[in-house]
């Protein structure tokens, strides 16, 4: 599956961005585009925002930091079903595993 990201400079000067692919289309501004030191900044923002519980566009295989055990985001805030570690990616950065941070156990 092919996924696209633009950024768009706005009349205001504000950078909007677009994610998207075939199915669907997620439109964003540049507060989502900040970077975050930790996993816990990530998870409160998208929690903040009200993405944590929507799925992600396209679901994430990713490994564990903490146990190893391999499983699927398939929303923007996941948590292993092994250790409990709870994992958070904004919607801007949903396209990559590597975006993926972890906040800590059952968080
Ligand atoms: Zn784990």
């Known amino acids: 599956m092919q996924v696209y990201k633009t950024s768009i400079r706005q009349g205001d000067g504000s950078l909007s961005y677009q994610i998207y692919n075939n199915e669907r289309m997620i439109k964003m501004h ?4 900040g970077s975050f030191e930790n996993g816990k900044q990530v998870v409160d923002k998208i929690r ?14 990713i490994k564990c930091e903490e146990c190893g ?5 398939e929303t923007h805030e996941g948590k292993c079903p092994k250790c409990g570690m709870v994992y958070g990616v904004t919607p801007c950065h949903a396209f ?11 968080y």
């Open 30 to 33: 540049e507060g989502c585009s």
């Open 48 to 61: 903040m925002m009200g993405f944590a519980k929507q799925p992600m566009i396209m679901p994430l295989d």
């Open 69 to 73: 055990e391999e499983f699927t985001m």
């Open 96 to 106: 990559d595993p590597k975006n993926v941070m972890a906040a800590g156990k059952d």
